[in-house]
């Protein structure tokens, strides 16, 4: 999984309770993402990072922020966790120049009680 | 926008015969082209990608996919399938706007069995 880990791997929260993934890599990618997968869905991305504090929404942001103070860590949050939140979260990165593939972390299995 | 089908939402195959999984894609511009694979539990694996070039991309295990343009497909191809290629497949095409995109399809299982 190309240098990218996710914490924690498994998470079983209450409703209405705030959440926090992280994700952190060592390969110095300027771009990191956010998705959720969910059955009949696919992958969907929730939010992105172009750069240290640069971030943006993708196509499914309402219910989560996102921070990036360090190239390394990306950090996804459930302000207020729901039931519709739970999911299976990856996140993934890419270094945009002559190579734009991402790559996967292991993902972080969410359950909203 | 740009968008990927996946018209099949699973492919049974027998071991040792070829196996395909077919991807459409709309883009406007030229299209940069990937494949992952997922397997149980795991994250999502880069196979291939085609950016430009050959219209046959070689990948990972064996794998190699077609770019057509006329008919706006890059379908995933391997001339021998394993029990071992069973796993979840997505295409994906790269938004060329911001952000160094992808957008994926909605997947295919492929089931090889002996």
């Known amino acids: 999984d190309a240098g990218i880990t996710q914490s924690p791997r498994h998470k079983v929260t209450e409703t209405g309770t705030p959440v926090t993934l992280r994700c952190h890599q060592t390969?110095?990618?300027?771009?990191m993402y956010w998705y959720r997968q969910d059955p009949g869905h696919g992958l969907r991305l929730i939010h992105y990072?172009?750069?240290?504090?640069?971030?943006d929404k993708g196509e499914v942001s309402d219910g989560y922020s996102v921070s990036r103070s360090k190239t390394e860590d990306f950090l996804l949050t459930l302000e207020s966790a729901t039931s519709s939140q739970t999911s299976v979260y990856f996140c993934?990165?890419?270094?945009?120049?002559?190579?734009?593939?991402?790559?996967f972390g292991p993902g972080t299995r969410l359950t909203v009680t | 926008a740009q968008s990927v089908a996946q018209p099949e939402d699973q492919v049974n195959v027998a071991e040792g015969n070829p196996l395909t999984v077919k991807c459409t894609y709309s883009?406007?511009?030229?299209?940069?082209l990937f494949w992952y694979v997922q397997y149980p539990n795991r994250g999502l694996q880069f196979l291939l990608k085609?950016?430009?070039?050959?219209?046959l991309v070689k990948g990972s295990y064996g794998f190699e996919a077609e770019f057509n343009k006329s008919q706006t497909s890059f379908h995933l191809k391997k001339p021998s399938a394993l029990v071992s290629d069973s796993a979840l497949y997505f295409c994906?095409?790269?938004?060329?706007?911001?952000?160094?995109?992808?957008?994926f399809g909605g997947g295919t299982r492929v089931l090889v069995k002996p």
């Open positions: 993934a990165i890419s270094s945009g120049t002559d190579s734009y593939e991402q790559y």
């Open positions: 390969e110095n990618h300027r771009y």
């Open positions: 990072s172009y750069g240290v504090k640069d971030t």
């Open positions: 883009v406007s511009g030229n299209p940069y």
């Open positions: 085609y950016i430009t070039g050959d219209n």
């Open positions: 994906a095409v790269r938004d060329g706007a911001a952000g160094n995109k992808l957008t």
